[in-house]
C-alpha cells in the first residue's frame, strides 16, 4: 500500500503558486480601496477648506447684494457702506441676542436708501446688555429727527422668522426682516435687502455689536471621512480573507492526511487455553 503524502508546513502552503496568485489579487483590491479612500479624503479636505475673502474691506452695499434678492454667500459677512434715514417710529427691541458670550437686546431700526431710491433695509444699532437700556435707547431712537446719514458695518445673515412665544407680535426674539416687515409702519412696499446691517458704531447708550470676520477654519467632511475609514477596512479585509482562505485549505490538507494515514492496531494473542482434565 502506497504511504500517503507527507502534509506539507503552514509556510509551505503560504508561498504556494496558487497562494500567491491570491496574495496577488488581494493586494489589487487592496491598492483600489486605498485610492477610493484617499479620493473620500480629498473630498473631505476640498469640501471643507474655507474660501478667503476680502471680508474686512468695506465695499458699497449694492457691490454684493441687491434689494428683492435672495442673500448669497458672498455677501454674508462682508463689511459695507450705504446711506439712507432711518424711520424713527420703526425701531424695535429684540431679545435672546448674544454680543461676545453675554446674552442681551439688540436695537434694531428701518432704514430707507439712497441707493438703489427708496430700498429698505433693516438695521441693527447696538446691544444692550438689559431689557430697560434697550427700551432707553430705542426710545431715544424714536425721538431722533430723521436724516440722511452714511450707514458702515457687517452686512449678515437673516434670522428665521420665529413666531412669538408671548402673543405679542412685536415681542422679538429673531431678527428675521420678513417679520420686520410686517411690522415697519412707513414700509412703502419698496423692495428690501434680505440681510441685516450691524453698525459699527453704535449710537450713544448702546454698546457695539459684536460682528466678527467669517470664520477662518477648515472643517473636515465627517460623512467623507466615514466613507474614507470604510475603504481602510474594506482593503484589510482583503488580507484577511486571503489568509483565511490559504489557512483553512493548509488546515482540510492536514485533515484528509490524517484519516488517509493507516491505523497500526496492537496484535491481539489468543491465550492457549487449557482444557480441564
Given at each position: 500500500?502506497?504511504?500517503?503524502?507527507?502534509?506539507?508546513?503552514?509556510?509551505?502552503?503560504?508561498?504556494?503558486?496558487?497562494?500567491?496568485?491570491?496574495?496577488?489579487?488581494a493586494?489589487?483590491?487592496?491598492?483600489?480601496?486605498a485610492?477610493?479612500?484617499?479620493?473620500?479624503?480629498?473630498?473631505?479636505?476640498?469640501?471643507?477648506t474655507?474660501?478667503?475673502?476680502?471680508?474686512?474691506?468695506?465695499?458699497?452695499?449694492?457691490?454684493?447684494?441687491q434689494?428683492?434678492?435672495?442673500?448669497?454667500?458672498?455677501?454674508?459677512?462682508?463689511?459695507?457702506?450705504?446711506?439712507?434715514?432711518?424711520?424713527?417710529?420703526?425701531?424695535v427691541?429684540?431679545?435672546?441676542?448674544?454680543?461676545?458670550?453675554?446674552?442681551?437686546?439688540?436695537?434694531?431700526?428701518?432704514?430707507?436708501?439712497?441707493?438703489?431710491?427708496?430700498?429698505?433695509?433693516a438695521v441693527?444699532?447696538?446691544?444692550?446688555?438689559?431689557?430697560?437700556?434697550?427700551?432707553?435707547?430705542?426710545?431715544?431712537?424714536?425721538?431722533?429727527?430723521?436724516?440722511?446719514?452714511?450707514?458702515?458695518?457687517?452686512?449678515?445673515?437673516?434670522?428665521?422668522?420665529?413666531?412669538?412665544?408671548?402673543?405679542d407680535?412685536?415681542?422679538?426674539?429673531?431678527?428675521?426682516?420678513?417679520?420686520?416687515?410686517?411690522?415697519?409702519?412707513?414700509?412703502?412696499?419698496?423692495?428690501?435687502?434680505?440681510?441685516?446691517?450691524?453698525?459699527?458704531?453704535?449710537?450713544?447708550?448702546?454698546?457695539?455689536?459684536?460682528?466678527?470676520?467669517?470664520?477662518?477654519?477648515?472643517?473636515?467632511n465627517?460623512?467623507?471621512?466615514?466613507?474614507?475609514?470604510?475603504?481602510?477596512?474594506?482593503?484589510?479585509?482583503?488580507?484577511?480573507?486571503?489568509?483565511?482562505?490559504?489557512?483553512?485549505?493548509?488546515?482540510?490538507e492536514?485533515?484528509?492526511?490524517?484519516?488517509?494515514?493507516?491505523?497500526?492496531?496492537?496484535?491481539?494473542?489468543?491465550?492457549?487455553?487449557?482444557?480441564?482434565?
Amino acid at each position: 500500500m502506497t504511504p500517503p503524502a507527507p502534509a506539507r508546513s503552514l509556510r509551505a502552503a503560504f508561498i504556494a503558486p496558487r497562494s500567491i496568485g491570491l496574495l496577488v489579487l488581494a493586494l489589487v483590491l487592496a491598492g483600489a480601496f486605498a485610492a477610493l479612500g484617499q479620493w473620500q479624503i480629498s473630498r473631505a479636505i476640498e469640501q471643507g477648506t474655507v474660501i478667503a475673502r476680502p471680508t474686512e474691506r468695506t465695499v458699497p452695499l449694492t457691490a454684493v447684494a441687491q434689494p428683492a434678492s435672495q442673500q448669497t454667500d458672498a455677501s454674508v459677512g462682508q463689511r459695507v457702506s450705504t446711506r439712507g434715514r432711518l424711520v424713527p417710529s420703526d425701531t424695535v427691541i429684540v431679545g435672546d441676542r448674544l454680543n461676545d458670550g453675554r446674552r442681551g437686546w439688540w436695537v434694531v431700526g428701518h432704514a430707507v436708501l439712497d441707493d438703489p431710491a427708496g430700498s429698505q433695509l433693516a438695521v441693527a444699532l447696538g446691544f444692550a446688555p438689559d431689557q430697560q437700556t434697550a427700551e432707553r435707547a430705542a426710545a431715544a431712537a424714536r425721538a431722533t429727527p430723521a436724516a440722511d446719514r452714511p450707514l458702515v458695518g457687517r452686512y449678515v445673515d437673516t434670522d428665521p422668522a420665529e413666531p412669538s412665544a408671548s402673543g405679542d407680535p412685536t415681542a422679538l426674539s429673531s431678527v428675521s426682516t420678513a417679520r420686520l416687515v410686517n411690522l415697519w409702519t412707513q414700509d412703502e412696499g419698496a423692495p428690501t435687502f434680505e440681510g441685516i446691517l450691524t453698525l459699527s458704531a453704535a449710537p450713544a447708550g448702546l454698546e457695539d455689536i459684536y460682528s466678527p470676520r467669517p470664520g477662518g477654519e477648515v472643517e473636515l467632511n465627517l460623512l467623507n471621512i466615514l466613507y474614507a475609514v470604510e475603504w481602510a477596512i474594506f482593503a484589510i479585509a482583503a488580507f484577511y480573507v486571503w489568509y483565511r482562505l490559504v489557512r483553512d485549505r493548509w488546515e482540510q490538507e492536514q485533515v484528509a492526511v490524517l484519516i488517509a494515514e493507516p491505523v497500526h492496531d496492537s496484535p491481539v494473542h489468543d491465550s492457549p487455553v487449557h482444557d480441564s482434565v
